[in-house]
């Protein structure tokens, strides 16, 4: 799935390929990529998502009550196939999370430049405001279906990014 960035009054445009991120931990979490406005590449980019402690409670409770009228950004939600199966496992990722959470020191960066100078979207896929014109930047994803080749990215647990080879996904 890539995403891309348009502003509806300066038309200025920027996409960004697919890539896994992921952070190195001792259980391997799922980096969660967010629309931002970076200010040190002074540019719409994307950032790593960083939720607060008591979201990841939230959101795992709401797993396991099945509410599937949340909106789920830390693990995929009880939807479709084998969810009550699945909710153990489910359940050890967010205390993953919760854990890496905790031991997180540093804010949201930038996936391009790592700086922490990033304006985050309110929302994953709404619109928010271009600064230099102020107009607003709608998000556009496409979505691939298939296997193919794609790079897979690995943070250290304060979001700098350790190293990057192709996988199959």
Known sequence: MGVSFK???CEEYRRFEDVIRVYDTPKELRLIEWPCWCWQCDDVSLAEYVPEPGEVASEARAWRARDRKRDFYIACGPYGYREKEREPE????YDAVLEWRLGRRSRSRCLFCESTMVSLAASLYGQFEHPWCGG???TYISIFFGIRQMPLATYSSEGIKLSERMVIA
Do not use: D, V
């Open 136 to 138: 607003m930047i709608q």
């Open 7 to 9: 502003c509806g009054i």
């Open 90 to 93: 489910t359940m050890e990722y």
